[in-house]
């Protein structure tokens, strides 16, 4: 008997700090990326870095699929902690997080990739960020945690405006 295997779902995770007076009026979307960004550079990137989908997330996508849960991944969340990502992680590990819903128009998808951006108004998250997942509905756990990325950059946002960015594929 031959069993046919899904395609892996793999992500990718990229923040980016932009200068505490960066307009956000004049944010236009990245032809590359389909992000939304500041007309001027940022002081951190730290590029695109693969991440984690933990167990919670995999039952989480399979309830979405099969009608069981309305409830949608529609936000982002950083903490503190540079624990190594692990499948059984149910929420972010730090013990200074903070959450941000989409940016509005996010996500978007283009064949099979999904884009997200959440914006983290300056201030917020004044702490060094570690650790970086998405959810579902408000929270940091037990069930509502997709995935976890660490190993990004250590960036501290302070009064600056972060921006945190995933992309979803399947292979």
């Not at 932009?18 to 007309?39: H, V, Y």
């Not at 978007?108 to 951006?117: N, P, R």
Request: proline share 7%.
């Amino acid at each position: 008997m031959h069993i046919e295997h899904m395609p892996k779902t793999i992500g990718r995770f990229r923040c980016l700090i932009f200068p505490m007076d960066a307009k956000l009026e004049n944010w236009r979307r990245d032809p590359k990326t389909g992000l939304m960004l500041p007309d001027v550079p940022p002081e951190f990137d730290s590029g695109w870095c693969g991440n984690l989908v933990v167990t919670t997330g995999k039952v989480l996508t399979q309830k979405q699929v099969f009608g069981l849960t309305s409830t949608a991944v529609d936000r982002t969340g950083v903490g503190d902690s540079n624990a190594a990502p692990a499948v059984g992680q149910t929420g972010l590990q730090g013990g200074s997080t903070a959450f941000q819903v989409f940016d509005g128009g996010f996500p978007t998808i283009a064949g099979a990739v999904i884009s997200t951006q959440s914006t983290y108004a300056g201030g917020a998250t004044a702490f060094q960020w570690l650790e970086a997942g998405m959810f579902a509905g408000p929270g940091n756990g037990p069930t509502n945690m997709l995935d976890r990325v660490t190993g990004f950059g250590d960036p501290t946002p302070g009064g600056a405006t972060a921006i945190a960015a995933w992309t979803y594929t399947q292979l």
